[in-house]
């Protein structure tokens, strides 16, 4: 069964870091992009985030280029996706996701997370 899990969201003062971790058990992220989305309450879900896993290709929305920070470890399997200067706009349930072609169109995404919740306070 393919699964994957994120873990590291929680509660942030704006201006703060946290660095969040997707996994995966029952494939392997070879040849795979895996990207990091997010929904907003009442707000539709936005691609943040996706890397390329066999080039190291990355991409970022553009309301986070700077401040967000993708990247790899492929002996763990694992992507990440370091956030400094976390804004209260930043606030969302954040989701990995695992597409076989490299777009941020969460239509091409084949797996899903269920989710961290990442919450910046004034």
């Known amino acids: 069964e393919v699964q994957l899990v994120e873990s590291g969201g929680g509660l942030v003062q704006a201006g703060g870091s946290l660095r969040l971790s997707c996994s995966a058990s029952g494939f392997s992220f070879d040849d795979w992009t895996i990207g990091w989305f997010r929904q907003a309450p009442g707000k539709e879900r936005e691609g943040v985030s996706l890397?390329?896993?066999?080039?190291?290709?990355?991409d970022y929305v553009d309301s986070v280029k700077g401040r967000f920070t993708i990247s790899s470890d492929n002996a763990k399997n694992t992507v990440y996706l370091q956030m400094n200067s976390l804004k209260l706009e930043d606030t969302a349930v954040y989701y990995c996701?695992?597409?076989?072609?490299?777009?941020?169109?969460?239509?091409?995404?084949?797996?899903w997370g269920q989710g961290t919740q990442v919450t910046v306070s004034s």
């Open positions: 996701a695992a597409a076989g072609v490299e777009t941020m169109y969460e239509d091409e995404y084949d797996y």
């Open positions: 890397i390329n896993y066999s080039d190291g290709t990355t």
